[in-house]
């Protein structure tokens, strides 16, 4: 009952996210990384201006890039990939389930 459940709640996610798109679905990814990244330095410079750090935790472009965007987007296709790959019509063949 329980794996039932968690793939119909996965089917209904693989729907929605088709029904946005790829695109999309990969800038919503990677809005929430930047989002993210940017609440963790935030929390990092008020540490330091508390005192509770002693590095001012200053960023880089290229910190942010790999860090948030790369990350992100990365994260986003490989889920991406994987839900479309499971839900694909017909199912995937398995080369173990056939032996």
């Not at 968690?6 to 929430?32: C, D, F, T």
């Not at 005192?51 to 890039?65: A, I, K, M, N």
């Not at 948030?68 to 296709?77: K, P, S």
Request: aromatic share 12%.
């Amino acid at each position: 009952m329980l794996q039932r459940e968690k793939e119909r709640k996965q089917r209904e996610r693989w729907e929605k996210m088709k029904k946005r798109g790829h695109i999309p679905y990969l800038a919503i990814n990677v809005s929430i990384f930047l989002g993210s990244y940017a609440v963790v330095r935030l929390l990092h410079i008020l540490c330091f201006k508390l005192g509770w750090l002693r590095s001012p935790g200053s960023t880089s472009w290229e910190d942010v890039f790999f860090c948030a965007v790369l990350t992100g987007a990365i994260a986003g296709e490989l889920q991406w990939s994987d839900l479309r790959r499971k839900f694909k019509d017909p199912p995937p063949q398995e080369d173990w389930m056939s032996k």
